[in-house]
């Protein structure tokens, strides 16, 4: 079953014990094209690891994140120019002032568990 709908996960890692390496896995199960950046990887399950948003020139329909507000409020500026068609912020990812900016720009956003999201049937 192949998915047209692009996942980015940002903050993917190579640690199977983290959950943004879970999300990427679950994400390939279940037919999603997935595009993993972190600027330090270069695959994970055998995909290319993409090092920043700004590199991804693709339409992405959710823009997964696995950061802290620390390490994703510098690159709000990556994420608006990637208009995504909506955000995700898993536990421990929120961000209120990403959240503003994102509400302003009209681009969806909840805070949610990707992997409940998919285990449930409704990401």
Known sequence: ?????????L???DNPERYSYRAVRELQKHGFPVIPVNPTL??????????????ISEKVDTLTIY???KRSTPLIPEILALRPGRVIL???AENPTLEKVLS???IPWLHACTL???STGRF
């Open 116 to 118: 409940v999201l998919l």
């Open 90 to 92: 898993n536990p421990g």
């Open 67 to 69: 950061l802290s507000e």
């Open 104 to 106: 302003e720009a009209g």
């Open 42 to 55: 270069s695959s994970i399950e055998g995909l290319p690891v993409v090092p920043r948003l700004a590199d």
């Open 11 to 13: 903050g993917a890692s």
């Open 1 to 9: 079953m192949m998915n047209t709908r692009t996942v980015v996960v």
